[in-house]
């Protein structure tokens, strides 16, 4: 997780918490990426994150740029078998809720939460 001057040590740790209880949960891989998205298309700059990941197809990747207020959430081929792109929406919304309230730790880990709990739900269906 490239956290960059955005978060402190305690918003780190708390993150890296929800990241692996989230993991433990959903059986997919989740980073997170908070600082300047390189290039005109945050979109793509999130992807191309997403593609140099150990497990890509079973990873999740959320990249928040502050400055651009720009947030991307990118899964995995496997993943999308899991979870559809309504629950991502959901997430994108609650995480852009807290955004917008002042609390970009909170948010993610919301929006992490979210994403695991309905990532989960549907691969014991599966």
Known sequence: ??????????????????????????????????????GEDARAF???????LVAPSRSILIMVDPGRRSLEVVTGGFVRRTLDDVQVELAIETMTRSFGEGDLTGGLRRGIQHLAEHARATAKTG
Do not use: C, P, Y
Request: proline letters at 0%; aromatic letters at 4%; hydrophobic letters at 40%.
């Open 46 to 52: 999130a992807t191309s994150l997403h593609n140099t």
């Open 1 to 38: 997780m490239a956290a960059g001057d955005v978060l402190s040590g305690a918003d780190r740790a708390s993150l890296d918490e929800t990241i692996r209880k989230a993991e433990q949960l959903s059986r997919a891989e989740f980073s997170v990426f908070v600082g300047h998205a390189d």
